[in-house]
């Protein structure tokens, strides 16, 4: 049986460390995606999620396995993504508050939600770049790395709400950059 992300970090926190490399191989694609989001050389973006996992297996025993793994880890990385395009003296990510532009639908239809998904990944091929940071990073994160609202809020510390406005208005912003194409 698999274990879980939490039970992984338990045995590690315990002094196990073959469960370390199981959280390495689950996640190394996953931050090389979120990556390439952000920072256009390769090299770069292996080098910091080394950087990632070293952060990890430093703080891992003060992670509290009652919580979710995902949105702890997306956070380190998040924080490493963010230190090095503020190194290379980018673009700095704004912080921008907008909680109370949208309704969150109570009910959502899978097979809406789906064919959605997939309309926007067109559009996040074509216009992603195109986007300031705050509104791609938290695209990237809901429709690369399939995380929920609460989860990105966590990673982005963050309102629940303004994970929510920040999507609308990336959906509207990248429409209207392939609008113009």
């Known amino acids: 049986m698999t274990k879980t992300d939490e039970e992984l970090v338990l045995l590690i926190q315990r002094g196990s460390e073959e469960p370390f ?5 689950r996640y190394t694609q ?6 390439k989001k952000f920072l256009s050389s390769q090299e770069n973006i292996e080098d910091i999620v080394q950087e990632i996992f070293i952060k990890v ?3 891992i025993k003060s992670f509290d396995v009652e919580r979710k793994f995902s949105p ?14 503020r190194s290379i003296d980018k673009e700095p990510l704004l912080f921008f508050n907008f909680d109370t532009l949208l309704n969150h ?7 809406i939600k789906e064919k959605e998904n997939q309309e926007i990944r067109v ?13 791609r990073e938290t695209i990237i994160l809901y429709y690369f790395e399939d995380l929920n609202y609460q989860e990105i809020a966590d990673i982005l510390h963050v ?13 509207l912003m990248l429409k209207e950059h392939i609008k113009y194409e």
């Open 159 to 171: 309102p629940i709400g303004t994970v929510s406005i920040r999507l609308r208005r990336a959906r």
């Open 105 to 111: 639908p109570i009910y959502e239809d899978p097979a």
């Open 72 to 85: 702890w880890i997306y956070r380190i990385a998040h924080n490493a993504f963010v230190n090095h395009l």
């Open 21 to 25: 490399g199981i959280l390495m191989d």
């Open 57 to 59: 297996y430093k703080n």
């Open 30 to 35: 996953k931050l090389m995606r979120y990556g």
């Open 123 to 135: 559009l996040l091929d074509k216009g992603l770049e195109k986007l300031p940071s705050i509104y």
